[in-house]
């Protein structure tokens, strides 16, 4: 059974420096808060941003361990760098209209619809590739709705709401591309 967390003795320089990397992003928060009044943590804001780190890390690992191929692996990448900043962002400052906006909710379906697609799939690059598919249109989708019935306005404008969403859109259409040419071949495996 593979370890889902590397210990010292056990694992490999990148993995190590992968999750040095987490640990890093989840202390910077606390490090500017050191400097500036403007960042303002609570314990909940750090349990959080734990959790969505942990949980991005732990699939990423996992992914990235499923196959050999560096497409594969880019792909896998890709896609969880994708989802973390949707769901940042998200939290942060909201993508239809503030942080607070309930209508925010909504991009839930995003994430819901792309792990049902993968777990159906048995994340085999195929799958993947389909998975990253339905994430664009779900995300194109709301996207749409939300520039029809003006959603978040006049905080968020539909130029807006088009870039916005189009640079998270633009994020799972190269995962696909990626996990397409996985399941093509197209790059070699790795020989390690």
């Given amino acids: 059974m593979p370890m889902l967390i590397p210990t010292i003795k056990n694992a490999n320089p990148i993995r190590l420096l992968a999750w040095g990397a987490a640990l890093l992003l989840w202390l910077l928060p606390a490090i500017a808060m050191q400097f500036t009044a403007e960042v303002n943590w ?4 750090f349990t959080v941003f ?3 780190i942990g949980s991005v890390g732990l699939a990423l690992d996992r992914l990235v361990h499923l196959s ?11 896609l969880m760098f994708t989802l ?14 503030g942080d607070s906006e309930p209508l925010n909710l909504i991009y839930a379906l995003v994430l819901v619809a792309g792990v049902v697609m993968a ?3 048995r994340f085999t690059p195929n799958a993947m ?13 709301i996207t749409l709705v939300a520039i029809i019935l003006g959603w978040g306005q006049p905080y968020s404008t539909p130029m807006m709401l088009f870039i916005g969403n189009g640079i998270f859109i633009l994020g799972f259409l ?6 397409y040419h996985a399941a093509r071949g197209d790059f070699p495996a790795k020989t390690d």
């Avoid at 609570?42 to 804001?45: C, E, F």
């Avoid at 050999?68 to 890709?78: E, G, K, Q, W």
């Fill in 42 to 45: 609570t314990a909940l804001d």
């Fill in 50 to 52: 734990a959790a969505m």
């Fill in 68 to 78: 050999a191929n560096a497409s594969f692996r880019l792909a896998s990448i890709a």
């Fill in 84 to 97: 973390f900043l949707l769901i940042w962002v998200n939290l942060a400052v909201g993508i239809i209209g």
């Fill in 119 to 121: 777990w159906a799939g």
């Fill in 129 to 141: 590739l389909k998975c990253c598919l339905i994430m664009a249109v779900t995300q194109s989708v």
């Fill in 174 to 179: 190269t995962a696909g591309a990626l996990f």
